[in-house]
């Protein structure tokens, strides 16, 4: 029985990070299928459920929502020792501007059981000093949303201090975390 799982959710995420430190060449991308009925369903991984009452999204609707709503309008480098975060150590990050927002976005995906620390240092860019963290975590791989428990896995805000050009943080065990960073405009 395939169901949405957490750990599906956050091996998509994994992946969209690729798609998206490669958006000089990844065009699009769509989830399929998108829609499912608990009670009359064809297939099992589909992006939202609902019932004659209630919609419920599945972790890997939050999952798209992260990467449709945090997304910039250009790719920016994202290193750790030189090298991009495609897996080294269960991390994958990636990070975007939107320059008609002034917003830089990080993405990193904690894949492992640990705590991952995560050191942002900022380039020239002028910045605020407070930034906002949006973290999806479940404790078990195989949580998934329900209609009996339709936010199990949901989103959480928490704010982020900047400190001199560095943000240092946590990525949570087996967590998505969008750092959404402020820039300051003219």
Request: charged share 20%; net charge positive.
């Amino acid at each position: 029985e395939s169901r949405n799982t957490w750990w599906s959710a956050l091996c998509e995420a994994a992946f969209m990070t690729g798609l998206e430190r490669n958006a000089d060449v990844v065009n699009m991308a769509s989830y399929a299928p998108l829609l499912a009925h608990v009670d009359a369903w064809q297939w099992r991984p589909d992006l939202i459920w609902f019932d004659n009452l209630t919609t419920i999204g599945t972790p890997n609707y939050y999952v798209q929502k992260f990467f449709s709503n945090y997304k910039g309008t250009a790719v920016v480098p994202l290193l750790s020792n030189g090298k991009t975060l495609t897996g080294q150590d269960g991390v994958y990050a990636s990070s975007s501007i939107d320059r008609k927002t002034g917003k830089l976005y990080v993405k990193v995906v904690n894949s492992t059981n640990q705590i991952k620390p995560v050191a942002i240092t900022l380039g020239p860019l002028p910045y605020l000093k407070i930034a906002v963290k949006e973290t999806l975590r479940s404790g078990s791989k195989d949580d998934f949303n329900s209609i009996a428990n339709p936010k199990l896995i949901y989103p959480v805000s928490t704010p982020v201090k900047v400190a001199g050009r560095k943000i240092n943080a946590e990525a949570e065990p087996l967590s998505v975390s969008v750092f959404i960073i402020d820039l300051k405009t003219r």
